[in-house]
């Protein structure tokens, strides 16, 4: 499957550092300097033109940071193994390089010998588990690194039932509604049994998505911006998509928000079910995050658009006012069918029980339960989902068992379902119902 040579990029913007690595190199059993670059879009565009084995990049590239350069390196050239060099290692940095696909963070003046020992074990380690995934999991084919550090294996795309999710808080924010979309779509991204194409498209008027994926403000992604999609055609192709959405490199896309909350009057409803009409030709699952504010046009055309809608919530009487709330837009829309309850931090001291919380309002129906983890408030600040970072925490597999309810993609789900034997304790509660 793989030859012994290492082909490697040199992405640096002292030349002549690049030079000597190349002339040390020139004599090396297994490694082959093949490229240069002082920049980080040449960088970019070599790893895609020429598909290096490993890529070495500098933290501080002329032109962009080294982890941006890494991270559209493991998006635009599948399988290259990332190093990244630099003067002053941290495990902050160390944390957000493997964020971005990177395998290991180097101190940028050890010796060559030592540098192509790591090249060497890294790659060779790679390659095992590339091969050990392909002969256990039929229709894999090698990909790319996601965020962790882990090896992402692009999984054979595989047909699966369409959903549309939109995700809700009711009334009150802070609940945790944009963390359970963001680990949810990363989760069926980065962690399905089989290959599933998944977007996150974000109403909020704080842009909070791309921010828990440490892609950027709102207003520096100005130009991928949702109110962009004004311009583009009803059925594009998927590579015209691309300028139109973002993709984090665990394999998750985004569309940013607006870039101003100034700008909210433009999400209008003509222009919520033009974007998800059109992200139905190209992807299996579309989650919408909703603004807090359930009165917006954005909050009540996701609802009527979404096959299902998650209720999050946290286990407090106040909750109960944003509960009604949902209960009467939903009655209004004649899709109250679709709507059910998520609960978050359903164990933190002094909340409610399940129980309890139920009894106070029975609406909607109790889909699942996600536990206080410190892990995912560290998530976000590091900008990588719990379920990337700590994918076999309690949370983790909370997010995957409550998603895999109505979008069957992980572990026995999935088998049941192409049997054509899947049932759930919902039984027959959703009914696709057109609003």
């Known amino acids: 499957m793989f030859e012994n040579e290492i082909k490697l990029l040199v992405v640096d913007g002292d030349l002549e550092w ?6 040390q190199y020139s004599n090396h059993k297994r490694i ?34 080294g982890l941006e ?3 559209r390196i493991a998006r635009d050239s599948p399988g290259t193994v990332l190093f990244m060099v630099t003067e002053t290692p941290s495990l902050d940095l160390w ?92 989760a069926a991204a980065a962690q399905a049994d089989i290959g599933v194409r998944v977007v996150v ?50 394999g998750l896309y985004v569309v940013p928000g607006i870039p101003t909350p100034e700008r909210l009057p433009e999400l209008n409803e003509d222009l919520v079910r033009k974007v998800v009409q059109t992200l139905k030709t190209n992807f299996d699952l579309i989650i919408l995050d909703l603004p807090p504010s359930i009165a917006l046009d954005a909050s009540w055309v996701g609802m009527d658009v979404a096959n299902y809608v998650f209720v999050v919530t946290t286990p407090d009487e106040q909750e109960v006012a944003g509960l009604m709330k949902v209960e009467e837009i939903l009655h209004r829309l004649n899709c109250v069918e679709k709507c059910v309850r998520v609960v978050n931090k359903h164990n933190e001291p002094e909340s409610l029980t399940l129980n309890e919380f139920y009894k106070l309002y029975s609406f909607p129906p109790h889909l699942g339960e996600l536990p206080y983890d410190p892990q995912v408030k560290k998530g976000r600040k590091l900008g990588t989902p719990c379920v990337l970072m700590a994918p076999d925490s309690e949370y983790s597999q909370a997010i995957r068992r409550t998603l895999n309810k109505i979008f069957p993609v992980f572990g026995g789900a999935s088998v049941e379902r192409n049997n054509g034997a899947k049932k759930s304790f919902l039984g027959g509660f959703f009914k696709r119902k057109s609003c």
Do not use: F
């Open 69 to 71: 350069a890494a991270s």
């Open 18 to 23: 690049s030079k000597k690595l190349y002339r």
């Open 95 to 186: 944390k957000k390089a493997t964020a971005m696909g990177v395998r290991q963070v180097l101190t940028r003046n050890m010796a060559p010998e030592d540098l192509a020992s790591s090249i060497e074990n890294e790659v060779d380690s790679y390659r095992s588990e590339v091969i050990k995934l392909s002969g256990s999991m039929p229709g894999i084919k090698p990909g790319s690194g996601p965020a962790g550090g882990l090896v992402r294996v692009e999984k054979e795309i595989q047909r699966v039932k369409q959903i549309v999710l939109a995700v809700s808080s009711g009334i009150k924010g802070g609940v945790g509604k944009t963390t359970t979309s963001v680990n949810m779509g990363a």
């Open 32 to 65: 082959k300097v093949i490229g240069m670059a002082t920049e980080g879009k040449d960088g970019i565009g070599m790893a895609r033109d020429q598909g290096p084995d490993a890529a070495i990049i500098n933290l501080g590239l002329i032109d962009m940071s």
């Open 201 to 250: 498209v974000d109403l909020n008027e704080a842009g909070n998505v791309t921010l828990q994926l440490n892609m950027g403000t709102p207003e520096s992604l100005a130009a991928r911006s949702i109110l962009n999609w004004q311009y583009i055609s009803e059925s594009p192709a998927p590579e015209d998509m691309e300028d139109y959405v973002i993709k984090h490199p665990c």
